[in-house]
T-cell receptor, first 111, second 113 residues
């Protein structure tokens, strides 16, 4: 069975641009969460979506937004990119309330 | 704010020795913890979990100990192998509307031959 898949794997953007990251959950998982992992630190919670509704949001500015589609895949959008947005963005899927399975992430570099 | 943190950023051990990775937390109401392993270029991978109604849980070559009195947990890896080289995170699993993992900063485990 395929695990959590994320695309693209790497991305380079410049300050002020917009980026969209994509995530396909494990089949049967209806919950998708997004985490930001800055180099040398642990992942930080950004969003959780379940059944296409936002269930929670971490301490991130409004430049960060997400959505979940009817097939439970998800997109993370970041507007007006800053240098500090450079990080590994991780997507995790789960059955509601159960173990999270992480993808390999999208490495975003903002120049 | 309330946090989860690790004691040492790096740990180096000889192949075949046991490894102990420590983690402290500040919220006395925390009741569910998970240890993750993250290899280079990959996302975190579940190793073992423990709830606050237990003080010890064992898996294959791994043991997690929870001391609620001093708000400390540890991950013990027996007979470490080269494949154990990775960054290890403890995380608190919080459910407050959303299911949210609060990670510590991680310990990089290096295995010497």
């Amino acid at each position: 069975d395929a695990g959590v898949t994320q695309s693209p794997t790497h991305l380079i953007k410049t300050r002020g641009q917009h980026v969209t990251l994509r995530c396909s959950p494990i089949s049967g998982h209806k919950s998708v969460s997004w985490y930001q992992q800055v180099l040398g630190q642990g992942p930080q919670f950004i969003f959780q979506y379940y059944e296409k509704e936002e269930r929670g949001r971490g301490n991130f500015p409004d430049r960060f937004s997400a959505r979940q589609f009817p097939n439970y895949s998800s997109e993370l959008n970041v507007n007006a990119l800053l240098l500090g947005d450079s990080a590994l963005y991780l997507c995790a899927s789960s059955r509601h309330g159960e173990e999270l399975f992480f993808g390999s992430g999208t490495q975003l570099s903002v120049l | 704010g309330e946090s989860v943190g690790l004691h040492l950023p790096t740990l180096s051990v000889q192949e075949g020795d046991n490894s102990i990775i420590n983690c402290a937390y500040s919220n006395s109401a925390s009741d569910y913890f998970i240890w993750y392993k993250q290899e280079s270029g990959k996302g975190p991978q579940f190793i073992i979990d423990i709830r606050s109604n237990m003080d010890k849980r064992q898996g294959q070559r791994v043991t997690v100990l929870l001391n609620k009195t001093v708000k400390h947990l540890s991950l013990q890896i027996a007979a470490t192998q080269p494949g154990d080289s990775a960054v290890y995170f403890c995380a608190e699993n919080r459910v407050q509307g959303a299911q949210k993992l609060v990670f510590g900063q991680g310990t990089r485990l290096t295995i010497n031959p």
